[in-house]
Each structure stands twice: as C-alpha cells, then as structure tokens.
T-cell receptor, first 114, second 115 residues
Framework: DAKTTQPNSMESNEEEPVHLPCNHS???????IHWYRQLPSQGPEYVIH???SNVNNRMASLAIAEDRKSSTLILHRATLRDAAVYYC???????????????FGKGTLLTVNP | DSGVTQTPKHLITATGQRVTLRCSPR?????VYWYQQSLDQGLQFLIQ???????AKGNILERFSAQQFPDLHSELNLSSLELGDSALYFC??????????????FGSGTQLSVL
C-alpha cells in the first residue's frame, strides 16, 4: 500500500469542527482512501472511504483534493467520544488482486477538550 | 458492536507455552484478518483467510499459525511464546476477498500477556 503522512497528534474543543489532514503524494489512480479510528481499548472502526469525490456519512465527511495527493477527514462537531487515533490508509488490491491487507501507520491521536 | 467476536478477552500465560485465540466473523463475512498491536510496533497485519483458504501473509512468525474452519470461524495459534509476543491481537472480517473499497470490521481484541 502507498504511504500516507499524518500529524502525530491534534487537539480540538468539544462541539467544534475538526479537520484531520492526510498527505498521500504517491497515490495511484486505483487507490481508495480509507479512514479508520481506534478508540481507547477498542479495535479499529471504519469511518469513511472515497476514491475521487468528496464523501459524507453519518460519522464524518471526507474531502479529497483535486489531484488526490491529500485528503481531510472532517468531524463536524467533535464530541468527547471522538477522542481516538485516526488512521488514513490507501488501499489497492494491487496487481493480480493479491494485496488484501490494510496497512496501518501510526495515525493521528485526536484529543477533544471539554 | 461490530459483530466480530473474539475470545478470550484476556489471556495470561508463561513463556514457552502455546495458546489459541478464536475469532467468529460477522454473519455473512467470508474473509478473516488477524492483526497484532503492540506499543512499539503499532497495528501489524499477520494473515488473511478467505472462505477457508489463506489469501495473504504479513509479518507472521513461524511460531504462529492460523486457520479458518468450514463454519468460517478462525483460530490463531501462538506457540513457544516469548515475552515479546505480549500484545493485543485483533481479528477483522469482511465480505469480499480484498477489494479496494471494502470495509473491515474489527473485534475488540484478545489481550495476551506472556510472563
């Protein structure tokens, strides 16, 4: 999987929007951009994914740059429950469809202040 | 609740021992993934099975093995345990065998402590 770069940590205040950036300058045309998050003492949880267009779901929005070399996960109103490590992952099945795994980096630790 | 069940939640054992971790995927999911998470290494992919067959292998030690049974549950066997094997072990499942846009659903993990 192609590499992504995320800030180690970010801080936000409760009920304010949060923009979590991710750089992926070596992204290929068939890479999907996935976001997962891991709350304390829990397994990772799917948040959102996209290919080219911006995406919205009940948890978050994903804004993808026109050149696809960066993306931003947007939490519209952060809550204390959103405090977690957020992982930005590129995924492509690769040649012959043999690359099945999700490769997690170190992610961004989001702290939400009350 | 992701629908993925892992047992046991906690396991304490001694060096040199062998343990088995169990994972039941979400209903309808055919693919199972195993990950190891330690403080210094982060989340590391170990192995993936699809409908009973091994599909991908990551940084899995030779002392570790896994299988997926006909009822689709999976077991991860860890033998000759060392202190460094202490970690959280996660299982994840998905419907499709590794398509770019598929979602993985993770269990809550098994915390293994080797003393």
């Amino acid at each position: 999987d192609a590499k992504t770069t995320q800030p180690n940590s970010m801080e936000s205040n409760e009920e304010e929007p949060v923009h979590l950036p991710c750089n992926h300058s070596t992204i290929s045309g068939t890479d999907y951009i996935h976001w997962y998050r891991q709350l304390p003492s829990q397994g990772p949880e799917y948040v959102i994914h996209g290919l080219t267009s911006n995406v919205n779901n009940r948890m978050a929005s994903l804004a993808i740059a026109e050149d696809r070399k960066s993306s931003t996960l947007i939490l519209h109103r952060a809550t204390l429950r959103d405090a977690a490590v957020y992982y930005c992952i590129l995924r492509d099945v690769g040649s012959g469809g043999s690359n099945y795994k999700l490769t997690f980096g170190k992610g961004t630790l989001l702290t939400v202040n009350p | 609740d992701s629908g993925v069940t892992q047992t046991p939640k906690h396991l304490i054992t001694a060096t040199g021992q062998r343990v088995t971790l169990r994972c039941s995927p979400r209903s309808g999911d055919l693919s199972v993934y195993w990950y190891q998470q330690s403080l210094d290494q982060g989340l590391q992919f170990l192995i993936q099975y699809y409908n009973g067959e091994e599909r991908a292998k990551g940084n899995i030690l030779e002392r570790f093995s896994a299988q997926q049974f006909p009822d689709l549950h999976s077991e991860l066997n860890l033998s000759s345990l060392e202190l460094g094997d202490s970690a959280l072990y996660f299982c994840a499942s998905s419907v499709a065998p590794g398509q770019s846009n598929e979602k993985l659903f993770f269990g809550s993990g098994t915390q293994l402590s080797v003393l």
